[in-house]
């Protein structure tokens, strides 16, 4: 995927001009035409009348239906959906495709507590009913009509069904007998930032941070909502440049390096952890961490070349677009 399409840089214009035909009806017997003509006219009109003269892309919703119906994995066609859709709007899709069609589990429901969640332990990906088509939940809603926000959530939950995989994939010993390269970068990062971790006791006020010495199963979790927060906030600021500088590459780039240096110094890219102590969980389900222990620099270069597919160049010139900043104020990598 080149550079402009992973900052945004595509032509919407173009998307969605593969429009499925719909097969005409037999024509064996002439007593039967007209008949044939006012069922077509009448499920042309219902087509109308249920997608309001939009265009759906590729057939989508109709596609996992169908993929049901003839007994193949609901998951695995909403996987090969999810892909192509993605392709189409330009948003990446090499990390997703390291994945198996059948990884992920796709579940919908009235979430409360969280917009969607991830369980590794069986690869089930829980999804609010709004991300659904109609709301329905039965199958995931196409990439096209979801708002900005709604891809950033999905986003963010597909990444970690990626370290999921990737940790699944280290288990079963690899694909070559080691552990994948990202997953080793992680396991470093947890050890020297996130096992003693800056965090916010109260969430009404943020500027007051203490020291926490996090246990394992904390820390990665940590970790993980702290990526997973970067590669959503990518997808929301790709999409929101797009729409503002569409076909300005150099303005959009600009951008990019700005709304990067805007979130660090704002203390966006910080995640969370769920403590394991059960008299802690009653006072706080959740420990935001702080500032302090937000994304390094050093983190973001390896998720934008790993997941988010930036060219070296790429990186590089985002790199010198911050020096100014990110010597003195972004946390080293260790």
């Not at 420990?287 to 790993?306: D, H, I, T, Y």
């Amino acid at each position: 995927m080149e550079d402009v399409a992973v900052l945004g840089l595509s032509m919407p214009g173009c998307m969605g001009r593969d429009r499925r035909r719909v097969s005409a009806a037999s024509r064996s017997s002439v007593l039967f035409q007209p008949i044939v003509r006012l069922s077509v006219l009448l499920r042309f009109g219902l087509f109308l009348l249920v997608f309001g003269w939009g265009e759906w892309p590729g057939g989508s919703w109709a596609g996992a239906v169908s993929a049901v119906g003839d007994g193949r994995s609901a998951s695995e066609s909403t996987w090969s959906r999810l892909i192509v859709e993605a392709d189409r709007l330009y948003l990446p899709t090499k990390f997703l495709k390291r994945m198996p069609a059948d990884f992920i589990r796709f579940e919908f429901d009235d979430l409360r507590t969280y917009a969607a969640e991830y369980h590794p332990d069986d690869h089930r990906m829980v999804l609010n009913r709004s991300l659904s088509f109609n709301a329905a939940g039965a199958v995931l809603k196409p990439l096209r009509a979801m708002t900005h926000q709604e891809l950033q959530v999905l986003y963010h939950e597909l990444f970690h069904a990626y370290m999921d995989y990737l940790t699944t994939l280290e288990e079963q010993g690899g694909e070559a007998g080691g552990t994948p390269e990202l997953l080793r970068f992680a396991r470093r990062q947890q050890a020297c930032r996130y096992g003693a971790a800056t965090i916010v006791p109260l969430a009404q006020r943020p500027h007051e941070t203490e020291v926490r010495y996090l246990t394992e199963p904390e820390s990665w979790e940590a970790l993980n909502e702290t990526w997973a927060v970067f590669i959503g906030w990518a997808i929301w600021t790709q999409l929101e440049i797009q729409g503002k500088h569409h076909g300005r590459t150099e303005r959009q780039k600009e951008q990019w390096a700005e709304r990067l240096k805007t979130a660090f110094s704002h203390g966006e890219f910080r995640g969370y952890y769920v403590p394991q102590d059960a008299e802690e969980r009653r006072v706080a389900q959740k420990r935001f961490l702080g500032k302090p222990s937000q994304l390094s620099w050093g983190e973001v270069e390896v998720l934008m070349a790993q997941v988010l597919d930036f060219s070296e160049e790429l990186v590089k010139w985002l790199k010198r677009s911050q020096k100014v900043w990110s010597d003195g104020e972004t946390p080293a990598s260790c």
